[in-house]
T-cell receptor, first 115, second 111 residues
Framework: AQSVTQLGSHVSVSEGALVLLRCNYS??????LFWYVQYPNQGLQLLLK??????LVKGINGFEAEFKKSETSFHLTKPSAHMSDAAEYFC?????????????FGKGTHLIIQP | NAGVTQTPKFQVLKTGQSMTLQCAQD?????MSWYRQDPGMGLRLIHY???????DQGEVPNGYNVSRSTTEDFPLRLLSAAPSQTSVYFC??????????FGPGTRLTVT
């Protein structure tokens, strides 16, 4: 069965520091991969996605992620954290590519930004 | 475009009561889905639909029913509410580039 593992339920970084949120997945076929952000009491907003093509994908708000097939990883990074980045981040996979079986989500990482 | 809308925003039910969570989208997306979000669990797929008249079960379908009579609407029915169904429910629709657009959520408490 497919699964998504996000390492660290809470990650704390200083404002201006590098943000690195880790995501590993298991899938028997090339997956489609997503990162979503959720601000308190709101729905989920798509940050970026990987479907095919270039393995380094850029998203909104300065975030980017790299698909590494050999490591089954899709880590999210941002060079310089801003206070407004404090939120819950979810990695998700559609394990059958564009199939109809929905998204499998990781359990989320709460990003804390220290002033 | 309003995107994906959900009503109500909040709901309190007693055990055994039934209710319908409404979801609508105005993006003409064929694919729609329902998720529940519980602390420390991420989001889990309840039911999904690939078009009007077609629905299927996700990871946690028990206790929920869905139907899809139009492209725009995808209601979720709780047949007999249980405390284990206390959760935040999100409806989503999927675009042609496979990104999913989420509604603002319905926070449900079952006492």
């Amino acid at each position: 069965a497919q699964s998504v593992t996000q390492l660290g339920s809470h990650v704390s970084v200083s404002e201006g520091a590098l943000v690195l949120l880790r995501c590993n997945y298991s899938s028997s076929v090339p997956p489609y991969l997503f990162w979503y952000v959720q601000y308190p009491n709101q729905g989920l907003q798509l940050l970026l996605k990987y479907t095919t093509g270039a393995t380094l994908v850029k998203g909104i708000n300065g975030f980017e992620a790299e698909f590494k097939k050999s490591e089954t990883s899709f880590h999210l990074t941002k060079p310089s954290a801003h206070m407004s980045d404090a939120a819950e981040y979810f990695c998700a996979v559609n394990p059958s590519g564009g199939g109809a079986d929905g998204l499998t989500f990781g359990k989320g990482t709460h990003l804390i930004i220290q002033p | 475009n309003a995107g994906v809308t959900q009503t109500p925003k909040f709901q309190v039910l007693k055990t055994g009561q039934s209710m319908t969570l409404q979801c609508a989208q105005d993006m003409n997306h064929e694919y729609m889905s329902w998720y529940r979000q519980d602390p420390g669990m991420g989001l889990r797929l309840i039911h999904y639909s690939v078009g009007a008249g077609i629905t299927d079960q996700g990871e946690v379908p028990n206790g929920y029913n869905v139907s899809r009579s139009t492209t725009e609407d995808f209601p979720l029915r709780l047949l007999s509410a249980a405390p284990s169904q206390t959760s935040v429910y999100f409806c989503a629709s999927r675009g042609v580039r496979y990104e999913q657009y989420f509604g603002p959520g319905t926070r449900l408490t079952v006492t």
